[in-house]
């Protein structure tokens, strides 16, 4: 398994900007999927973006796309989440995951390391 800690979270007005950091550990980076997934108060935990293993392939959900982009720097062992333009409905605790040699998908059983989470809050 894959020791992940995110950064970056924080309180920002809607329409704001924030940047997460996700830095792994314990496994070769370049070898992981990454994924970002967020859960709010009272709700499931829902996918918001992945890069694949390889970095060619990044997928979003719907609520998300040309707001968020995933990227990743392998050099620094690093995933990011940009988050442009913030809805209020965007508040919620956000985890970095990791799968060995994946597509970056939805599917959260496809990851096998979560980080412990960092919260976003969005205020009026």
């Known amino acids: 398994q894959v020791q992940l800690v995110e950064s970056g979270g924080g309180l920002v007005q809607t329409g704001g900007s924030l940047r997460l950091s996700c830095t792994a550990s314990?496994?070769?980076?370049?070898?992981?999927?990454m994924g970002w997934f967020r859960q709010a108060p009272g709700k499931e935990r829902e996918f918001v973006a992945g890069i694949s293993w390889t970095g060619r392939t990044t997928n979003y959900a719907d609520s998300v796309k040309g707001r968020f982009t995933i990227s990743r720097d392998n050099a620094k062992n690093t995933v990011y989440l940009q988050m442009n333009s913030l809805k209020r409905e965007d508040t919620a605790i956000y985890y970095c995951?990791?799968?060995?040699?994946?597509?970056?998908?939805?599917?959260?059983?496809?990851?096998?390391?979560w980080g412990q989470g960092t919260q976003v809050t969005v205020s009026s």
């Open positions: 995951a990791a799968a060995l040699y994946g597509l970056g998908n939805h599917l959260g059983s496809k990851y096998d390391s």
């Open positions: 314990g496994r070769t980076f370049s070898n992981d999927a």
